[in-house]
């Protein structure tokens, strides 16, 4: 018995069965010492919050990203925003509370219950939003009646606000309401019902970059969900800052010189395609779309004529007139039709088949080479370049200059205009081209469609000797401690169908415009700038043979555009702008002064840094 007492296996599972015995019993004494804090020591505590309190978990939007301009002036900021909202399970009697609020602060009952019903079913213990953006004198009516409103709270979140009003307005963008079809695509995974995205603009464009990550906040509430005091709290992420190419100085002016007026200005740098200014009028407030905009003010901007919601600079679709001149010019001398040395006798008009087309001057312009046809804008000359070159060889031109196609600018719906030719014509009406056609494409009417920032594009690139760039609105991404973390290098799209030698016949052409004695524009000359441009006259309504109609007479919506298009210093460009007035009528005396304007104010930081001020 003794030896097997002693047995060494048996003394080991003995000492196991020991120690497993020991933590069984540790274990226990942790678990019977956790109970008691629960029970004895922090009982009341938890009794209160189980019978009249609960911990409820709420969300915190973070601030969207900021937005400046190439000077790094802010021009996009964030505002404090009081927020008015329910939590259902609370509210007790839904339809009730509801009905109370909008009594209180006079907001449509319905209106209310409508937020309540597009938040769905689902967001029965959430908090949704009854509206946005309150006032203060709101705030105050809620705050003082809030204990006769169970479930109702005031939530301060960061919301957007465009410091300039209107200004800029088609390029910033703005920001509304996400809906639940929307979040439904699985596209926002990080946002909820309530939460504001990019609508148009700048802001949709870069929504995935400006939109930020929301923190949480775990709070303890009663019984009517007021709260008690906060658990535990996660920080929202900052969106991302965009450093935008846009002079806002530049565009505040432009704004100014379109005032009451229905058009548009586009400036950019020719060295790399930067948007320095781009301005449509009539233009809008962004503001009023935040908390979401009026049925009121909705119709007013859908039913303005001059159409506010549209960015005319890359929206709206014009006849380029005579600023078309330029590709004629190119398609004429590239395929040896003409050189620097021919010329065209103009008497006012050019006969083709039986039909007379005029020039718009009535007498003529007598013997003229390209570079005075250019300069003086004339017709006669450009009909029979026209019909020399032929309809498909224009449209060859005119596309590989970035016409008839998008520029490629980080905006949503841009245009393409519309650049004929004869197997898009049979394509469209069945018919054949005409002969009498294509001298009309020749000097920018017919069926030529274009939209300012092309034509801005196409001039700035005449004026770098030919490259094209992709038009570029944002420069640098940061984030909230300046770090960069994307950068939008300049991008080339190609270069213009032109030669060097074309290239300097048609810059000396379109330098003549404004610094030659009988150019077209030559009353926006400036003292230490000379300006390379194009006016144009684009028609709208065509008045019949032998009727004679005043322009004063005719009805506004049937009047002329304006165009104007040019670069600046004509030897070394820094700027190019493409200026449209809708019905504006003559491009030299309505168009080209907006256009003069802007170069002399952009130049002068130039001659400011060169020391060539007075």
């Known amino acids: 018995m003794t030896e097997f007492n002693k047995n060494p296996d048996r003394e080991w599972i003995k000492k196991r069965l020991i120690g497993a015995s020991v933590c069984v019993l540790f274990v226990f004494a942790i678990l019977f010492f956790r109970l008691i804090y629960l029970q004895i020591?922090?009982?009341?505590?938890?009794?209160?919050?189980?019978?009249?309190?609960?911990?409820?978990?709420?969300?915190?939007?973070?601030?969207?990203?900021?937005?400046?301009?190439?000077?790094?002036?802010?021009?996009?900021?964030?505002?404090?925003?009081?927020?008015?909202?329910?939590?259902r399970e609370d509210a007790g009697d839904v339809e009730k509370t509801v009905e109370k609020v909008a009594k209180l602060i006079q907001v449509p009952f319905r209106e209310l219950m409508d937020s309540i019903a597009r938040a769905g079913k689902g967001a029965f213990y959430k908090s949704v939003i009854l509206k946005n953006d309150i006032s203060r004198e709101q705030l105050a009516i809620v705050e003082a009646h809030k204990f006769d409103l169970p479930g109702i709270h005031i939530d301060i979140e960061p919301t957007r606000h465009y410091m300039y009003k209107k200004t800029a307005a088609h390029l910033l963008g703005y920001i509304g309401q996400i809906n639940r079809k929307e979040l439904k695509t699985g596209?926002?995974?990080?946002?909820?019902?309530?939460?504001?995205?990019?609508?148009?603009?700048?802001?949709?464009?870069?929504?995935?970059?400006?939109?930020?990550?929301?923190?949480?906040?775990q709070i303890e509430v009663d019984a009517n969900g007021r709260m008690i005091k906060i658990l535990r709290t996660i920080d929202p992420v900052s969106g991302l800052d965009l450093n935008l190419t846009l002079d806002?100085?530049?565009?505040?002016?432009?704004?100014?010189?379109?005032?009451?007026?229905?058009?548009?200005?586009?400036?950019?740098?020719?060295?790399?395609?930067?948007?320095?200014?781009?301005?449509?009028?009539?233009?809008?407030?962004?503001?009023?779309?935040?908390?979401?905009?009026?049925?009121?003010?909705?119709?007013?901007?859908?039913?303005?004529?001059?159409?506010?919601?549209?960015n005319?600079?890359?929206?709206?679709?014009?006849?380029?007139?005579?600023?078309?001149?330029?590709?004629?010019?190119?398609?004429?001398?590239?395929?040896?039709?003409?050189?620097?040395?021919?010329?065209?006798?103009?008497?006012?008009?050019?006969?083709?088949?039986?039909?007379?087309?005029?020039?718009?001057?009535k007498h003529g312009?007598?013997?003229?080479?390209?570079?005075?046809?250019?300069?003086?804008?004339?017709?006669?000359?450009?009909?029979?370049?026209g019909e020399k070159v032929g309809v498909d060889a224009l449209a060859q031109y005119a596309m590989g200059s970035g016409l008839g196609k998008k520029t490629g600018i980080m905006l949503e719906n841009e245009k393409t205009g519309l650049i004929p030719t004869s197997v898009w014509k049979k394509k469209r009406y069945n018919e054949s081209w005409q002969g009498g056609e294509t001298l009309s494409i020749a000097i920018g009417q017919g069926y030529n469609l274009v939209t300012p920032l092309q034509m801005a594009v196409l001039l700035a690139a005449v004026?770098?000797?030919?490259?094209?760039?992709?038009?570029?609105?944002?420069?640098?991404?940061?984030?909230?401690?300046?770090?960069?973390?994307?950068?939008?290098?300049?991008?080339?799209?190609?270069?213009?169908?032109a030669s060097k030698e074309t290239l300097n016949i048609v810059k000396n052409g379109l330098l003549k415009v404004v610094q030659g004695a009988r150019g077209t524009a030559r009353g926006i000359r400036l003292k230490n700038v000379e300006i390379a441009g194009k006016t144009g006259t684009a028609q709208v309504f065509s008045i019949k043979k032998g009727e004679k109609i005043k322009t004063e007479d005719l009805e506004y919506s049937l009047r002329d555009h304006a165009w104007f298009?040019?670069?600046?210093?004509?030897?070394?460009?820094?700027?190019a702008l493409s200026v449209m007035i809708e019905h504006g009528e003559h491009g030299s005396s309505t168009a080209a002064p907006i256009a003069g304007a802007l170069i002399e104010q952009y130049m002068q930081g130039f001659l400011i840094k060169d020391g060539l001020t007075e």
Not at 46 to 69: C, H, Q, W
Not at 75 to 81: L, M
């Open 41 to 87: 020591i922090k009982g009341e505590e938890y009794r209160r919050l189980s019978e009249k309190n609960a911990v409820r978990l709420k969300t915190i939007k973070p601030s969207r990203g900021l937005m400046f301009d190439r000077n790094k002036r802010l021009i996009v900021d964030n505002r404090p925003s009081f927020n008015l909202k329910i939590v």
């Open 187 to 217: 596209k926002y995974p990080n946002l909820k019902s309530g939460d504001l995205i990019g609508r148009y603009g700048i802001e949709k464009s870069f929504e995935k970059y400006l939109q930020g990550k929301r923190g949480g906040r």
């Open 248 to 310: 806002f100085d530049l565009q505040e002016t432009a704004q100014k010189l379109l005032e009451n007026k229905d058009g548009t200005v586009v400036a950019i740098d020719p060295d790399n395609g930067d948007v320095l200014v781009m301005a449509s009028s009539p233009s809008f407030d962004q503001n009023d779309f935040i908390g979401g905009i009026s049925i009121k003010k909705w119709k007013e901007l859908m039913t303005d004529p001059g159409k506010p919601m549209i």
């Open 312 to 361: 005319k600079a890359i929206q709206a679709e014009y006849p380029p007139a005579s600023t078309y001149k330029i590709i004629t010019s190119f398609a004429a001398l590239e395929e040896k039709h003409i050189d620097i040395n021919t010329t065209a006798y103009c008497p006012g008009f050019f006969k083709y088949g039986n039909r007379v087309y005029r020039c718009w001057k």
């Open 365 to 385: 312009h007598g013997e003229l080479s390209i570079i005075d046809a250019l300069a003086q804008s004339c017709d006669v000359f450009y009909y029979q370049a």
């Open 463 to 497: 004026g770098n000797g030919g490259t094209l760039y992709r038009p570029r609105i944002v420069k640098t991404i940061e984030d909230s401690h300046g770090k960069i973390v994307k950068k939008i290098e300049p991008e080339i799209t190609g270069g213009l169908p």
């Open 565 to 575: 298009v040019c670069y600046a210093p004509a030897q070394n460009p820094v700027i």
